[in-house]
Protein backbone atom coordinates (compact mmCIF):
# COMPACT_ATOMS: atom_id res chain seq x y z
CA UNK A 1 0.00 0.00 0.00
CA UNK A 2 1.64 2.97 -1.16
CA UNK A 3 1.22 6.81 -1.08
CA UNK A 4 2.26 9.59 -2.39
CA UNK A 5 2.41 11.89 0.37
CA UNK A 6 4.45 10.00 3.55
CA UNK A 7 4.45 11.47 7.27
CA UNK A 8 6.55 9.48 9.68
CA UNK A 9 2.96 8.64 11.26
CA UNK A 10 1.77 6.86 8.54
CA UNK A 11 5.40 5.30 7.91
CA UNK A 12 4.28 1.29 8.57
CA UNK A 13 1.34 1.78 5.58
CA UNK A 14 4.55 1.26 3.30
CA UNK A 15 5.01 -2.27 4.86
CA UNK A 16 2.44 -4.74 3.31
CA UNK A 17 -0.35 -5.02 5.51
CA UNK A 18 -0.46 -8.39 7.53
CA UNK A 19 -3.80 -10.33 6.43
CA UNK A 20 -2.09 -7.94 17.60
CA UNK A 21 -7.99 -0.94 37.72
CA UNK A 22 -6.12 -2.64 39.87
CA UNK A 23 -5.61 -6.09 40.00
CA UNK A 24 -7.79 -8.63 42.20
CA UNK A 25 -5.73 -10.10 44.97
CA UNK A 26 -4.05 -13.49 43.89
CA UNK A 27 -4.81 -12.52 40.77
CA UNK A 28 -1.05 -12.80 38.87
CA UNK A 29 -0.21 -9.63 36.34
CA UNK A 30 1.59 -12.00 34.52
CA UNK A 31 1.51 -16.26 34.10
CA UNK A 32 5.02 -16.39 33.73
CA UNK A 33 7.63 -15.86 36.07
CA UNK A 34 11.03 -16.33 34.03
CA UNK A 35 13.40 -13.31 33.85
CA UNK A 36 12.49 -11.18 30.38
CA UNK A 37 14.65 -10.10 28.33
CA UNK A 38 15.14 -6.23 29.03
CA UNK A 39 14.08 -4.17 26.11
CA UNK A 40 16.18 -1.59 24.10
CA UNK A 41 15.54 1.87 24.56
CA UNK A 42 14.11 3.98 21.94
CA UNK A 43 16.43 6.22 19.97
CA UNK A 44 14.73 9.22 20.79
CA UNK A 45 14.84 8.82 24.07
CA UNK A 46 18.45 8.10 24.61
CA UNK A 47 20.58 10.74 26.24
CA UNK A 48 22.85 12.61 23.78
CA UNK A 49 25.98 11.13 25.50
CA UNK A 50 27.99 11.03 22.38
CA UNK A 51 30.28 13.43 20.81
CA UNK A 52 31.10 13.93 17.00
CA UNK A 53 32.91 16.63 14.91
CA UNK A 54 30.42 18.72 12.60
CA UNK A 55 32.67 17.25 9.78
CA UNK A 56 32.49 14.10 10.98
CA UNK A 57 28.86 14.12 11.17
CA UNK A 58 28.70 15.80 7.70
CA UNK A 59 30.52 13.16 6.34
CA UNK A 60 28.42 10.41 7.64
CA UNK A 61 25.21 12.73 6.21
CA UNK A 62 26.55 12.75 2.71
CA UNK A 63 27.77 8.97 2.84
CA UNK A 64 23.54 8.07 4.09
CA UNK A 65 21.77 10.15 1.13
CA UNK A 66 23.81 8.42 -1.58
CA UNK A 67 23.21 4.91 0.30
CA UNK A 68 19.59 6.17 0.19
CA UNK A 69 19.70 7.65 -3.61
CA UNK A 70 21.55 4.74 -5.35
CA UNK A 71 18.22 2.49 -4.06
CA UNK A 72 15.96 4.09 -6.81
CA UNK A 73 12.69 2.21 -7.68
CA UNK A 74 14.54 -1.49 -7.18
CA UNK A 75 13.03 -1.82 -3.73
CA UNK A 76 9.96 -0.89 -4.84
CA UNK A 77 10.00 -2.67 -8.33
CA UNK A 78 10.81 -5.94 -6.27
CA UNK A 79 8.30 -6.35 -4.07
CA UNK A 80 6.81 -2.86 -3.16
CA UNK A 81 9.41 -1.69 -0.53
CA UNK A 82 11.11 1.59 -0.25
CA UNK A 83 12.26 3.93 -3.07
CA UNK A 84 14.96 6.58 -2.55
CA UNK A 85 12.55 9.24 -1.97
CA UNK A 86 11.38 7.39 1.10
CA UNK A 87 14.56 6.36 2.27
CA UNK A 88 15.36 10.00 1.71
CA UNK A 89 12.65 10.71 4.63
CA UNK A 90 13.46 8.34 6.77
CA UNK A 91 17.13 9.47 7.14
CA UNK A 92 16.28 12.88 8.00
CA UNK A 93 13.37 11.31 10.69
CA UNK A 94 16.99 9.40 11.81
CA UNK A 95 19.00 12.69 12.14
CA UNK A 96 15.95 13.65 14.06
CA UNK A 97 16.23 11.15 16.63
CA UNK A 98 19.75 11.04 16.90
CA UNK A 99 20.94 14.72 17.19
CA UNK A 100 20.65 16.42 19.86
CA UNK A 101 20.20 19.70 17.75
CA UNK A 102 19.00 17.96 14.00
CA UNK A 103 19.26 21.42 12.71
CA UNK A 104 23.13 21.56 13.18
CA UNK A 105 23.03 19.15 10.26
CA UNK A 106 22.27 22.15 7.98
CA UNK A 107 24.45 24.58 9.56
CA UNK A 108 27.55 26.18 8.40
CA UNK A 109 29.96 25.51 11.43
CA UNK A 110 33.34 25.17 11.97
CA UNK A 111 34.68 21.50 11.11
CA UNK A 112 35.96 20.90 14.48
CA UNK A 113 32.56 22.51 16.13
CA UNK A 114 31.19 19.39 18.56
CA UNK A 115 27.99 17.64 17.78
CA UNK A 116 26.30 15.50 20.78
CA UNK A 117 24.40 12.41 19.53
CA UNK A 118 22.42 9.87 20.80
CA UNK A 119 24.16 7.04 18.70
CA UNK A 120 27.60 7.14 18.35
CA UNK A 121 29.04 7.28 14.67
CA UNK A 122 29.83 3.76 14.16
CA UNK A 123 26.23 2.88 15.39
CA UNK A 124 24.85 5.17 12.71
CA UNK A 125 26.92 3.72 9.94
CA UNK A 126 25.79 0.54 10.98
CA UNK A 127 22.46 0.75 11.06
CA UNK A 128 21.70 2.68 8.01
CA UNK A 129 23.69 0.53 6.01
CA UNK A 130 21.29 -2.06 7.93
CA UNK A 131 18.27 -0.51 6.64
CA UNK A 132 20.06 -0.47 2.92
CA UNK A 133 21.53 -3.26 2.33
CA UNK A 134 19.10 -5.88 4.95
CA UNK A 135 16.14 -4.11 4.38
CA UNK A 136 15.64 -4.39 8.26
CA UNK A 137 12.77 -1.92 8.84
CA UNK A 138 13.40 1.06 9.85
CA UNK A 139 11.17 1.20 13.25
CA UNK A 140 13.73 -1.59 14.23
CA UNK A 141 16.43 1.01 13.58
CA UNK A 142 14.80 3.68 15.61
CA UNK A 143 13.54 1.09 18.13
CA UNK A 144 9.87 2.90 17.90
CA UNK A 145 6.83 3.36 15.86
CA UNK A 146 4.82 6.35 15.64
CA UNK A 147 0.51 5.03 15.91
CA UNK A 148 -2.22 7.06 16.63
CA UNK A 149 -1.18 9.24 19.05
CA UNK A 150 1.31 7.14 20.79
CA UNK A 151 5.16 6.77 20.14
CA UNK A 152 5.63 2.98 21.12
CA UNK A 153 8.87 1.04 21.37
CA UNK A 154 9.38 -2.09 18.94
CA UNK A 155 12.46 -3.93 18.38
CA UNK A 156 12.76 -7.16 16.64
CA UNK A 157 10.75 -10.31 17.76
CA UNK A 158 7.98 -7.84 17.77
CA UNK A 159 5.76 -7.22 15.29
CA UNK A 160 5.49 -3.06 13.82
CA UNK A 161 2.32 -2.14 14.69
CA UNK A 162 -0.43 -0.84 11.35
CA UNK A 163 -2.12 2.24 10.73
CA UNK A 164 -5.34 -0.18 9.58
CA UNK A 165 -5.34 -2.20 13.20
CA UNK A 166 -6.40 1.63 14.70
CA UNK A 167 -9.39 1.40 13.68
CA UNK A 168 -9.60 -0.88 15.87
CA UNK A 169 -9.67 1.04 18.91
CA UNK A 170 -12.42 3.50 16.68
CA UNK A 171 -14.76 0.11 16.42
CA UNK A 172 -14.71 -0.18 20.57
CA UNK A 173 -15.24 3.49 21.31
CA UNK A 174 -18.21 3.36 19.06
CA UNK A 175 -19.75 0.11 20.62
CA UNK A 176 -19.23 1.76 24.06
CA UNK A 177 -20.78 5.15 23.10
CA UNK A 178 -23.96 2.74 21.94
CA UNK A 179 -24.02 0.55 24.90
CA UNK A 180 -24.23 1.92 28.09
CA UNK A 181 -23.57 -2.10 29.67
CA UNK A 182 -20.11 -1.67 28.03
CA UNK A 183 -19.29 1.76 29.16
CA UNK A 184 -19.37 0.28 33.23
CA UNK A 185 -16.73 -0.83 33.09
CA UNK A 186 -15.87 -4.73 33.34
CA UNK A 187 -12.70 -6.33 32.11
CA UNK A 188 -11.21 -6.58 28.29
CA UNK A 189 -8.74 -8.76 26.74
CA UNK A 190 -6.24 -7.82 24.00
CA UNK A 191 -4.80 -10.95 22.73
CA UNK A 192 -1.59 -11.24 21.01
CA UNK A 193 -0.70 -7.99 22.01
CA UNK A 194 2.74 -7.30 20.31
CA UNK A 195 3.87 -3.92 20.68
CA UNK A 196 0.90 -3.17 23.28
CA UNK A 197 0.13 -0.67 21.26
CA UNK A 198 -3.88 -1.92 21.00
CA UNK A 199 -4.18 -2.44 24.50
CA UNK A 200 -2.75 1.17 24.99
CA UNK A 201 -5.02 2.47 22.61
CA UNK A 202 -8.29 0.83 23.79
CA UNK A 203 -7.82 1.12 27.57
CA UNK A 204 -7.62 4.94 27.30
CA UNK A 205 -10.88 5.01 25.75
CA UNK A 206 -11.89 2.58 28.24
CA UNK A 207 -13.54 2.67 32.13
CA UNK A 208 -12.29 -0.84 32.62
CA UNK A 209 -9.13 -3.19 32.75
CA UNK A 210 -7.16 -4.50 30.09
CA UNK A 211 -5.45 -7.59 30.09
CA UNK A 212 -2.91 -8.15 27.23
CA UNK A 213 -1.51 -11.80 26.71
CA UNK A 214 1.61 -12.80 24.34
CA UNK A 215 2.71 -16.04 23.65
CA UNK A 216 6.36 -14.33 22.87
CA UNK A 217 8.39 -13.29 25.90
CA UNK A 218 10.16 -10.46 24.13
CA UNK A 219 7.00 -8.94 22.71
CA UNK A 220 5.18 -9.30 26.53
CA UNK A 221 8.95 -7.04 28.08
CA UNK A 222 8.31 -4.60 25.23
CA UNK A 223 4.61 -4.35 26.22
CA UNK A 224 5.26 -4.09 29.52
CA UNK A 225 7.57 -1.11 28.75
CA UNK A 226 5.22 0.43 26.59
CA UNK A 227 2.58 0.19 28.84
CA UNK A 228 4.86 1.80 31.75
CA UNK A 229 6.08 4.36 29.79
CA UNK A 230 2.38 5.62 29.02
CA UNK A 231 1.60 4.92 33.44
CA UNK A 232 -1.27 2.58 32.88
CA UNK A 233 0.06 -0.61 34.98
CA UNK A 234 -3.46 0.52 37.32
CA UNK A 235 -4.97 -0.43 33.72
CA UNK A 236 -3.43 -2.43 31.69
CA UNK A 237 -1.90 -6.38 32.86
CA UNK A 238 -0.17 -7.92 30.55
CA UNK A 239 0.71 -12.25 31.03
CA UNK A 240 2.76 -14.00 29.02
CA UNK A 241 0.55 -17.64 27.66
CA UNK A 242 -0.65 -18.22 24.37
CA UNK A 243 -4.53 -16.98 23.36
CA UNK A 244 -6.65 -17.01 26.49
CA UNK A 245 -4.31 -19.72 28.52
CA UNK A 246 -3.52 -16.36 30.73
CA UNK A 247 -7.56 -15.57 31.20
CA UNK A 248 -8.53 -18.57 32.85
CA UNK A 249 -9.51 -16.43 36.26
CA UNK A 250 -11.78 -14.61 33.86
CA UNK A 251 -13.20 -16.92 31.77
CA UNK A 252 -16.94 -16.04 31.00
CA UNK A 253 -16.66 -12.07 32.81
CA UNK A 254 -14.66 -10.22 29.76
CA UNK A 255 -16.56 -7.16 28.58
CA UNK A 256 -14.72 -7.22 25.54
CA UNK A 257 -12.14 -8.54 23.59
CA UNK A 258 -9.69 -7.47 20.86
CA UNK A 259 -6.97 -9.08 18.56
CA UNK A 260 -5.07 -8.52 15.70
CA UNK A 261 -3.96 -12.26 15.36
CA UNK A 262 -1.24 -14.04 12.93
CA UNK A 263 -3.25 -14.17 9.35
CA UNK A 264 -1.00 -14.43 6.41
CA UNK A 265 -1.39 -17.66 5.02
CA UNK A 266 1.78 -19.90 4.96
CA UNK A 267 2.86 -19.98 1.60
CA UNK A 268 2.26 -16.32 0.90
CA UNK A 269 4.89 -15.27 3.61
CA UNK A 270 8.19 -15.41 2.09
CA UNK A 271 6.73 -13.31 -1.48
CA UNK A 272 5.92 -10.43 1.53
CA UNK A 273 8.08 -7.55 1.09
CA UNK A 274 11.66 -7.91 2.60
CA UNK A 275 11.45 -5.88 5.75
CA UNK A 276 8.39 -7.75 6.35
CA UNK A 277 9.13 -11.68 5.82
CA UNK A 278 13.25 -11.68 6.71
CA UNK A 279 12.74 -9.47 9.87
CA UNK A 280 8.96 -9.22 11.54
CA UNK A 281 8.41 -12.16 13.79
CA UNK A 282 6.89 -15.44 11.82
CA UNK A 283 4.94 -16.09 14.70
CA UNK A 284 3.01 -13.09 14.44
CA UNK A 285 2.28 -13.41 10.98
CA UNK A 286 1.74 -17.09 9.83
CA UNK A 287 -2.10 -17.78 10.42
CA UNK A 288 -1.24 -21.66 8.84
CA UNK A 289 -2.29 -23.22 5.58
CA UNK A 290 -5.17 -20.38 4.46
CA UNK A 291 -4.43 -18.10 7.53
CA UNK A 292 -7.62 -18.56 9.56
CA UNK A 293 -6.08 -21.02 12.15
CA UNK A 294 -6.04 -18.64 15.00
CA UNK A 295 -8.98 -16.39 13.61
CA UNK A 296 -10.92 -19.55 14.34
CA UNK A 297 -9.19 -20.11 17.81
CA UNK A 298 -9.78 -16.48 18.54
CA UNK A 299 -13.89 -17.15 17.66
CA UNK A 300 -14.01 -20.31 19.80
CA UNK A 301 -12.72 -18.88 22.88
CA UNK A 302 -15.08 -15.68 22.38
CA UNK A 303 -17.62 -17.80 23.16
CA UNK A 304 -16.45 -19.12 26.32
CA UNK A 305 -14.47 -16.14 27.41
CA UNK A 306 -17.07 -13.21 26.80
CA UNK A 307 -20.03 -12.29 29.17
CA UNK A 308 -23.23 -12.00 27.68
CA UNK A 309 -23.28 -8.78 25.73
CA UNK A 310 -19.40 -8.59 25.48
CA UNK A 311 -18.30 -7.27 22.26
CA UNK A 312 -14.98 -8.67 20.02
CA UNK A 313 -13.30 -7.13 17.41
CA UNK A 314 -10.97 -9.56 15.06
CA UNK A 315 -8.78 -8.31 12.30
CA UNK A 316 -8.61 -10.32 9.06
CA UNK A 317 -6.42 -10.69 6.11
CA UNK A 318 -9.84 -8.70 4.01
CA UNK A 319 -12.51 -9.87 2.58
CA UNK A 320 -12.54 -13.22 2.11
CA UNK A 321 -11.59 -13.97 5.73
CA UNK A 322 -13.99 -11.35 6.95
CA UNK A 323 -16.42 -14.00 5.24
CA UNK A 324 -15.59 -16.94 6.09
CA UNK A 325 -15.28 -15.89 10.20
CA UNK A 326 -19.13 -14.74 9.93
CA UNK A 327 -19.75 -17.88 8.02
CA UNK A 328 -18.44 -19.49 10.73
CA UNK A 329 -20.06 -17.95 13.30
CA UNK A 330 -23.57 -18.08 11.79
CA UNK A 331 -23.05 -21.76 10.74
CA UNK A 332 -21.31 -24.01 13.62
CA UNK A 333 -21.89 -21.39 16.64
CA UNK A 334 -25.35 -20.71 15.97
CA UNK A 335 -26.72 -18.75 18.73
CA UNK A 336 -23.44 -17.87 20.11
CA UNK A 337 -22.54 -14.41 18.57
CA UNK A 338 -25.29 -11.62 17.44
CA UNK A 339 -24.82 -8.09 15.29
CA UNK A 340 -22.10 -9.48 13.72
CA UNK A 341 -20.50 -7.45 11.13
CA UNK A 342 -17.84 -6.81 8.76
CA UNK A 343 -15.92 -3.22 9.10
CA UNK A 344 -13.74 -1.68 6.84
CA UNK A 345 -10.22 0.08 7.04
CA UNK A 346 -9.02 3.28 5.73
CA UNK A 347 -8.74 2.01 2.21
CA UNK A 348 -12.03 0.41 2.36
CA UNK A 349 -10.84 -3.28 2.66
CA UNK A 350 -13.28 -4.91 4.36
CA UNK A 351 -11.20 -5.99 7.08
CA UNK A 352 -12.90 -6.26 10.94
CA UNK A 353 -15.44 -8.42 12.07
CA UNK A 354 -17.25 -7.24 14.89
CA UNK A 355 -20.25 -8.62 17.32
CA UNK A 356 -21.45 -9.37 20.36
CA UNK A 357 -21.94 -12.46 22.51
CA UNK A 358 -25.47 -13.35 23.27
Same mark, same amino acid.
Given at each position: ?87 ? &?? *???? =? %??? +??? /? ?7 ? !? ?35 ? &?? *???? =? %??? +??? /? ?7 ? !? ?188
Amino acid at each position: MKSSCFTRASLSSILQPVFPPRSNPGRPVFCSTAVRPKPRTPLYLRPPAFRATFSELQKWHIWAKNKATSVGPTFSDLDNGPDSALLH &RE *LNWL =V %EDA +VEN /PNLIRACLD !DTAPVWLRACLEELYEVWRQRIEERRPFQYVVGCEHW &RD *LIVS =V %EEG +VLI /PRPETEVIV !DLVDDALKRNEELRNGGVWADLGTGSGALAIGIARVLGGRVIATDLSPVAVAVASYNVQRYDLQDKIAVREGSWFDPLKDVEGELSGLVSNPPYIPSKDIDGLQAEVCKHEPRLALDGGANGMNDLLRLCNGAASMLRPGGFFAFETNGETQSKILVDYMDAKMKGSFCNTMIMSDFAGIQRFVTGYRT
